[in-house]
């Protein structure tokens, strides 16, 4: 259950344009719960507190209001700065991006832990083709791929073609890492983690 300390009071004496801001910092707030979730819970929350109708147009606005929402899916073994670039931008262009962990049966379980830097995020994880995992969603979602050179952008323009048949709805951005960040791999941390020389491009 989620807990909201607000209360009426906050709301009375401002405008819709400051109620707003309210609703922005509490969307920020709880950015790592499922927003079919969030959005539920918030507008319950709002009708809870809800004296003299006061906040009628602001539940109406809530109800019908859609945040853009991607998802940063990848088998992130580990998760380092180079997917952390990719993401920082992704979230200046999206309200919420959700970071989605998939396990490739072609690569190695993944054994690294989840960098503490990304836990205030919503963080799921999936076994299924990510297609699969975007349908299931009940909400709509662009997917962000990151890119490090034209090499990134060869195989995702292949795989994009495989899940636009799979799922012809799917939506996709591609976004370049920053030039300090495009030799970063995974593979390549985990071969340096042999010689325990990896832990500069981990994130905390």
């Known amino acids: 259950m989620i807990s909201f300390p607000d209360t009426i009071i906050s709301y009375k004496h401002k405008s819709f344009q400051q109620h707003l801001q309210i609703e922005r910092f509490y969307f920020k707030t709880y950015q790592h ?18 004296e003299n109708h006061l906040l009628n147009p602001l539940i109406d606005y ?8 991607a998802v940063f899916p990848g088998s992130f073994n580990p998760f380092h700065k180079g997917h952390y670039n990719i993401l920082q931008k992704a979230e200046r262009i999206f309200d919420k991006v959700i970071i989605a962990f998939g396990e490739n049966p072609d690569k190695n379980p993944r054994t690294f832990p989840i960098p503490y830097t990304i836990q205030n995020r919503q963080i799921e994880h999936y076994t299924t083709l990510l297609t699969d995992f975007i349908a299931r969603l009940p909400y709509d979602v662009t997917v962000i791929r990151g890119l490090r050179n034209s090499t990134d952008f060869h195989y995702e323009q292949n795989q994009y073609r495989y899940m636009q048949e799979l799922y012809p ?21 985990r071969t340096l983690q042999k010689y325990n020389q990896h832990h500069t491009y981990l994130l905390d």
């Open 33 to 50: 719960i499922d927003y079919a979730i969030y959005k539920q819970a918030r507008i319950q929350h709002l009708k809870n507190i809800n």
């Open 169 to 189: 709805k799917i939506k996709i951005i591609n976004i370049f890492c920053d030039k300090m960040y495009e030799h970063i791999s995974s593979s390549g941390i």
């Open 62 to 69: 809530l109800t019908i209001y859609q945040p853009k929402i």
